[in-house]
């Protein structure tokens, strides 16, 4: 597992900090791994990036809890890093909200994000999406909230309402499920950065403030620094690692396809014995030496 120095600082202690979190999006053991190599002190399990890679598919609901815990299993065993994990609209109602806090926190996440969404869900920046009524979301973080063994499990509310019900009414969603309890607030898809700021205006040094940056959506994108300025205290970038990744290995296949080789390629890949020193075989292998087993040596 890889560890930073001493135990890393919890989600809410980086959250209460002058520094705005940043989380890049992973999908599996390996992207988290290069993720903590990396430096980054957060993660975020992004279930758009899992229907992306598991099932070739759009975010449009088809990821299912067992599936999501199966790869937040895999990443805890490669990285301690705070991880927050993208679970939909809990994937049902308030008592499977309530499930899926019990196994996410149970096997290691930090916080989970439930959206105010009806199902199936949509990704958050496509159109025609269907929201369930503003009590019934109140609910689902109430029953999160009372779900979670420990405060240091966040709950983060998400409302898509930018896009179905206006920019004012999200804002009073949002303020709903601050009072339910949510521990992060995160309006999804603002549409300019007057509206951005205006997140932060109705919210500011009330609750953290999440925003979330897609290449391609409808909510201007802006660095860290400057959303750091705005107000904002975390930021995720979800599908960036896998936008990148479609990129490179459409030119990886178009160059193999065309000359039958990975020779041109070279300078772009990992070698074999570069790809095994960054995933430890040696170490592992001389661990499992030690309980081989083998008789020592009369």
């Given amino acids: 597992m890889t560890k930073s120095a001493g135990h890393p600082t919890s989600l809410r202690s980086q959250l209460a900090g002058p520094e705005i979190v940043v989380a890049p999006g992973v999908y599996d053991a390996m992207t988290a791994l290069l993720a903590a190599q990396a430096g980054f002190g957060a993660l975020y399990l992004s ?36 991880l927050v994990v993208d679970g939909d609209t809990g994937f049902g109602n308030a008592l ?64 898509d309402a930018v896009a179905v019900e206006g920019f004012e009414a999200a804002l009073d969603r949002a303020d709903r499920y601050r009072e339910a309890g949510a521990d992060v607030l995160f309006v999804e898809a603002p549409r300019s950065r007057e509206e951005l700021d205006g997140v932060v205006a109705r919210f500011g040094g009330r609750v953290p403030l999440m925003a979330n940056m897609v290449e391609g959506g409808q909510t201007p994108l802006s660095n860290a620094a400057d959303l750091q300025a705005m107000g904002y205290s975390l930021v995720i970038f979800p599908g960036g690692l896998v936008r990148a990744v479609a990129h490179m290995a459409g030119d990886y296949f178009a160059s193999l396809r065309a000359h039958g080789s990975n020779m041109p390629f070279r300078d772009r890949m990992l070698n074999f014995e570069q790809l095994n020193l960054l995933l430890g075989t040696e170490d592992m292998l001389e661990m499992g030496k030690r309980y081989g087993g083998e008789d020592p040596a009369e």
């Avoid at 899992?50 to 809890?65: E, K, N, Q, S």
């Fill in 96 to 159: 499977n909200v309530m499930r899926t806090v019990r196994l996410f926190e149970r096997l290691g996440a930090s916080a989970v994000q439930i959206e105010d969404q009806t199902m199936p869900k949509r990704c958050g920046h496509l159109t025609e999406k269907v929201l369930v009524s503003p009590a019934e979301m109140e609910g689902k973080v109430k029953a999160a909230v009372d779900a979670r063994r420990t405060d240091e499990f966040l709950i983060v509310a998400r409302t």
């Fill in 47 to 82: 279930g758009a990036s899992l229907a992306y890679t598991r099932f070739g598919r759009p975010d449009i609901g088809l990821v299912g809890m067992s599936e999501v815990a199966a790869a937040l299993s895999a990443i805890r065993e490669r990285t301690e890093l705070p």
